[in-house]
């Protein structure tokens, strides 16, 4: 009953003002389902991304509420598509947006199949990664994280790490992420220090990454040099530190003052 009465509701303010662009976000949109109560954890395992994430072992819950935030950016694009319109047409529309789409619209390259397609990576338990390639390894005092896909990113981490380059770059592609090029990968990385370890790979052009959790970040000076974090007062709970608005615009400065909900 309340997405009908929602959709006359729309009728009746389009009706008044045909140019008004109206947006609704639930958990399943329209259909059958339009009155069940959903949230980010319920759509993770319907939309499939638990199972995914779990490979050939049980379903992973990902703590980032993956479909609440997609949901909300997804939205907005449909907001700004529907005022794009309205510029061509003077005419306003309502759009639905919800966490069961956002759901499979998040794994478009899971979804999206196709006649001779290769099959998409599986995840699992204790994931390091899906290849030798782009997984995480562990130095003397950390994490750190290598995503090669390029062969001249192939010759800098041969380099770098000083492996054996018998193998090819469409050789080392194909190499699984607990075989022999891992294990090699993770010898060489295991008696270096992670900074140390960076910096090689960052001279010789192989994309790696130190491993932090979000509040580790408040100490990178790069992040807080280009704007990625913002100081204010909250409302109810005071001095707080946030993520900054979702991009820089040249003329219309905006700055978060509210990103979490009171409490």
Not at 108 to 126: L, N
């Amino acid at each position: 009953w309340r997405h009908v009465h929602f959709a006359l509701e729309q009728k009746v303010l389009l009706s008044i003002n045909p140019r008004l662009v109206i947006c609704s976000i639930s958990a399943y949109g329209a259909g059958p389902k339009a009155l069940l109560p959903g949230f980010d954890p319920v759509l993770q395992a319907e939309g499939g991304i638990m199972a995914a994430q779990g490979g050939d072992g049980p379903p992973v819950q990902h703590t980032l509420n993956v479909n609440d935030v997609g949901s909300a950016a997804m939205a907005c694009f449909g907001i700004v598509s529907a005022l794009h319109a309205r510029g061509i047409t003077g005419k306003g529309q309502a759009l639905v947006a919800s966490l069961a789409n956002t759901s499979v619209a998040l794994q478009w390259g899971e979804v999206t199949t196709y006649e001779g397609a290769a099959p998409y990576e599986r995840g699992g338990h204790d994931n390091l990664g899906v290849s030798a390639l782009r997984r995480f390894y562990q130095a003397a005092d950390g994490w750190l994280a290598i995503a090669v896909r390029t062969p001249a990113q192939y010759s800098g981490l041969v380099e770098a790490l000083g492996l054996d380059a018998a193998l090819t770059y469409d050789e080392a592609l194909l190499e699984a992420r607990d075989g022999a090029l891992a294990e090699q990968i993770a010898l060489a990385v295991a008696g270096m220090r992670r900074d140390a370890a960076l910096d090689r790979l960052f001279a010789l052009g192989a994309p790696a990454a130190h491993d932090v959790r979000g509040y580790d970040s408040y100490d990178d000076p790069f992040l807080w040099e280009n704007g990625y974090f913002e100081a204010y007062d909250h409302p109810t709970q005071g001095p707080t530190i946030g993520a900054r608005t979702f991009a820089d615009f040249s003329r219309t400065h905006h700055v978060m003052t509210k990103p979490v909900p009171d409490i």
